[in-house]
């Protein structure tokens, strides 16, 4: 299998298709499903998500406001309504919630290189190849 690692932060830099990724996610068990949803919540922390980065995330993940990921997003702290979202159990909230989060990752990591990054650094995630990435077995 593909490193997650690498499938995750490639969809955040689009260099690889959402479609590619939804179909990698719902090739996962349950099981790592969740473990995925929590890797990205992870990710976005690390990434310093904060709460005003909800509504572009939502538009980028295609998602009504009134959907339950999107509603979580929306409220308090972004720590601790990442940790909800990576924790919604249901399929089809699941789906949406890793949608979300890979937006939520892909908004927080835009602003950090243009702040931090720009002139260079040492993530390896900010290195990776630009082109058609395989399809995940």
């Known amino acids: 299998m593909a490193d997650p690692y690498v499938i995750l932060n490639e969809l955040a830099q689009e260099l690889r298709p959402m479609s590619q990724g939804i179909g990698w996610f719902e090739s996962l068990s349950a099981e790592e499903q969740s473990t995925t949803l929590r890797l ?9 998500a904060t709460t005003e980065d909800g509504p572009e995330s939502i538009r980028r ?5 009134t959907h339950t990921p999107a509603v979580l997003i ?3 702290r972004i720590d601790q309504q990442l ?9 089809d ?3 949406k919630s890793f949608r979300l989060l890979i937006a939520v990752l892909a908004v927080a990591d835009e602003r950090r290189r243009e ?8 993530h390896a995630w900010h290195r990776l190849a ?5 399809t995940p077995a």
């Not at 702040?115 to 040492?122: M, N, V, Y």
């Not at 630009?130 to 395989?134: C, D, R």
């Open 115 to 122: 702040r931090f990054c720009s002139d260079g650094c040492g």
């Open 74 to 76: 929306a409220r308090g």
């Open 93 to 95: 909230e699941r789906l």
């Open 83 to 91: 940790g909800k979202i990576a924790s919604l159990t249901p399929h």
């Open 130 to 134: 630009v082109g058609t990435p395989e």
């Open 61 to 65: 993940a295609g998602l009504r406001a």
């Open 40 to 48: 990205l919540s992870h990710f976005c922390i690390q990434a310093r």
